[in-house]
């Protein structure tokens, strides 16, 4: 008789037998262990995460003494895509105030360096309003978002309508020439909001176009760390692996196609990057279970391989939590007990 309660990783609830959740934590730290080329749970790594799954109550939380602190990515698009009518600083101080988050981020709608480079000194003027009237670390963030540099809105050709046609090196050309225009972007952007006097900048979702995607986070982060050396830089990703949409783009003389989060957060340390969010993708056909131990694989390798602080992001779709618009919390809270005490992550 199956009594303990669960979810699949598209967040449907079921209910599994304590051997099944067993069953599935195993298979899912195999599975990381044999893709990432890492090492498995221990055995008492996997008791821990059935701990974790088996507990009756809805909500779980770390011991005492295991707290980590929260980032947060579109932080001041959150509340706005619940449909509450109030202006970001509002929301950065209700972030601060009720929900006692211990950074916050401000966003354009948007959500990407491109359009926001044209309004920056609108941006720069209300990052300098809320930092007046908050005390907590604020960051302006936004995506690299390399698809924007695409035509018929960008000013290069587009690389995803090139390779059907067999251009490869033609494809390979014009994401070339889109990483020069994003690192223009971010560097600009991000020294100005840096100016105006943010605590951080955050590249998130970085990769989502693939390896010329990431190769311009990098730069950027270069760039920016080569102008203001005490810049606090945050890099999310967008994947677990990094995909090869160009395949021969190499940073510091590593190709960068395939890469998973115990190897990309080398680069961003030697970029500059000062927190590393690391991505584990969550697969909705399989239990929440073989998700959660899949994830805490990969970034506890990631944990052990960095010098700078890991954050990983765990939200819809990602970090273990199931693939639905509202996340469940019996799902995300037992995600973030399990980052906090087995991958022992700095951070969330």
Known sequence: MTDIYSRMGDGYLIRLSKDEIRRDLEHGTQDAAEKGKISPLSSDEVEKLLDICTRSSKFVGVERGNEIILTIDGGTNKLQNLGVPIGRVQRIQIHERAFGQDTMELSNLDYSYKPVKPIVHYEAAELEQALLVTVLPLFYGA?????????????????????????????????????????????????????????????????????ADFLATLKAVEELKKRYPDICIEMGMAGEFVLGMHGKITYDGTRLAGLYPHQQVKLAEKAGATIFGAVVNTNGSKSFPWNLARAVTYIKACVEAASIPVHANVGMGVGGVPVCDVTPIDAVSRVSTAMAEVARLDGL
């Open 143 to 211: 995506m690299p978002n390399l698809g924007l540099y695409t035509q018929p809105d960008g000013p290069v050709p587009n690389a995803a309508e090139l390779m059907p046609l067999g251009k490869i090196e033609e494809a390979r050309s014009a994401q070339e020439e889109a990483v020069e225009y994003a690192v223009k972007d971010m560097v600009y952007v991000g020294s100005k909001m840096y100016e105006a006097g943010a605590d951080g900048i955050n590249f998130d979702t970085t990769g989502a176009a693939g390896d």
